[in-house]
């Protein structure tokens, strides 16, 4: 298995979604299986950069992998392409995205859909939650709070942190990917979370108790997103149904 991504050292392994000239060494592997994570601009879920340039950069990017014989493609989606419902979501609720971001990864769901569905290529498409751990984005609220705890801080800024939210390990996302990636049985959507709802006060709380700290939540400084219902997680049964990555023989 091999990694290409923009923070790549290696030339032969540097890739940037933007510039397609960067995409010719992965190309000329001829890779059969690939797992599309690469998504520039994030946190900016409300620029118009998403629609405009991310989303035909990705389907140009998949007409090749296709065309150079890519097999089984696995695309990172987003819990947020189901919009403003509440609850359990599954798969096969209707989607209704409320932030840029979140309408060009369902217009790629859709392109995908439609293009794939009759031929060759098989393919997954990955609604991921809330991913936590190595690799975060440091602004966030985990790292946020960590680093606060570490510097001696006494109190921690925080909005109301009654939102209910499916919180998953970036461990369990890779380990859940890469089940899509090399599953004979995996086709179409599935959620990757962990299917237990947690509030974001809860998370904080137990962070702070994870490592020993006393620092004080102050609740309520900045406010709920409105692009955010107030309670969802990922309905997980149709991921469970893939018992074991079945082992291949080359």
Avoid at 99 to 116: E, H, M, P, Q, T
Avoid at 155 to 184: E, K
Wanted: net charge negative; with cysteine.
């Amino acid at each position: 298995m091999q990694c290409w991504s923009h923070r790549h050292s290696n030339p032969e392994h540097h890739f940037d979604l933007l510039d397609p000239s960067s995409w010719r060494s992965l190309l000329n592997q001829n890779p059969t299986h690939a797992i599309l994570l690469s998504w520039p601009g994030l946190p900016n879920y409300q620029e118009p950069f998403h629609v405009t340039r991310n989303l035909p950069a990705c389907v140009e990017l998949i007409e090749q992998l296709a065309a150079a014989g890519l097999l089984r493609l696995v695309v990172a989606g987003t819990c947020y392409e189901y919009g403003l419902q509440n609850g359990p979501l599954k798969e096969d609720q209707f989607t209704d995205p409320a932030n840029c971001y979140a309408i060009a990864k369902d217009s790629l769901r859709r392109v995908i859909a439609s293009r794939y569905s009759q031929q060759d290529l098989q393919w997954c498409w990955a609604r991921i939650f809330y991913p936590y751990g190595h690799g975060q984005n440091p602004n966030s609220l985990l790292p946020s709070l960590l680093k606060a705890l570490e510097s001696g801080e006494k109190s921690f800024p925080m909005g109301s942190g009654r939102q209910l939210r499916d919180f998953i390990d970036v461990q369990d996302v890779s380990r859940q990917l890469l089940t899509l990636a090399m599953h004979q049985d995996a086709r179409g959507i599935y959620n990757v979370g962990s299917g237990i709802p947690r509030s974001v006060l809860e998370v904080a709380e137990d962070a702070i108790a994870s490592h020993a700290g006393t620092i004080r939540l102050e609740r309520g400084v900045y406010p709920d997103r409105s692009d955010e219902p107030m309670a969802f997680w990922a309905h997980m049964d149709k991921f469970k149904t893939l018992q074991r990555i079945p082992q291949t023989h080359q």
